[in-house]
T-cell receptor, first 111, second 112 residues
Framework: EDQVTQSPEALRLQEGESSSLNCSYT??????LFWYRQDPGKGPEFLFT???AGEEKEKERLKATLTKKESFLHITAPKPEDSATYLC????????????FGKGTLLTVNP | DAGVIQSPRHEVTEMGQEVTLRCKPI?????LFWYRQTMMRGLELLIY??????IDDSGMPEDRFSAKMPNASFSTLKIQPSEPRDSAVYFC???WGEGRAFFGQGTRLTVV
């Protein structure tokens, strides 16, 4: 059974203090590793898809990387508006569209 | 496009009552998903459809849950009878491509 584990569960940063979120996955035949952002009271919003080890993607202050066992979401010089829950999900070979989500990391950036 | 539209946004019902959640996917998307989110279990896939046909319902917790997609622009998730442990946020999502699902705002269900 596919498993996705995110750490830490919660992270509190000061504005400008860079850090990383971790997503460890155990899947058979990874087809994709996805990052989503979720704001309170809203649905998850797509950020990135990574398909192979060594791949990196960037968007503003966020950069996602992928190894054979984990993915990192690096946040550089975060701002208060980056505060949200960040969700990681895997898509394994059994089904093109069945995502297994981690429980997320709640990021709070203080001004 | 207005995105994935779910209704109602909030639902409070008594145990034993029937609950129907509704979803309108993004036009042109041929996959539709129903997820449930709780603090304990996170975001779980309940069922998904392709071209209005249910493909995988292995995440549906019990026979009390049923989902339909009568056409490309509408889907329902029904719980009958509802129980307090069904309280959660239910999300509908749609996509045309692998993994990049677009989520609705969710329906917060409270069963008392």
């Amino acid at each position: 059974e596919d498993q996705v584990t995110q750490s830490p569960e919660a992270l509190r940063l000061q504005e400008g203090e860079s850090s990383s979120l971790n997503c460890s996955y155990t899947v058979s035949g990874l087809r994709g590793l996805f990052w989503y952002r979720q704001d309170p009271g809203k649905g998850p919003e797509f950020l990135f898809t990574l398909y192979s080890a060594g791949e990196e993607k960037e968007k503003e202050r966020l950069k996602a990387t992928l190894t054979k066992k984990e993915s990192f979401l690096h946040i550089t010089a975060p701002k208060p508006e980056d505060s949200a829950t960040y969700l990681c999900a895997s898509n394994s070979g059994g089904s093109n569209y069945k995502l297994t989500f981690g429980k997320g990391t709640l990021l709070t950036v203080n001004p | 496009d207005a995105g994935v539209i779910q209704s109602p946004r909030h639902e409070v019902t008594e145990m034993g009552q029937e609950v129907t959640l509704r979803c309108k996917p993004i036009s042109g998307h041929d996959y539709l998903f129903w997820y449930r989110q709780t603090m304990m279990r996170g975001l779980e896939l309940l069922i998904y459809f392709n071209n209005n046909v249910p493909i995988d319902d292995s995440g549906m917790p019990e026979d009390r849950f049923s989902a339909k997609m009568p056409n490309a622009s509408f889907s329902t998730l029904k719980i009958q009878p509802s129980e307090p442990r069904d309280s959660a946020v239910y999300f509908c999502a749609s996509t045309w491509g692998e993994g990049r699902a677009f989520f609705g705002q969710g329906t917060r269900l409270t069963v008392v």
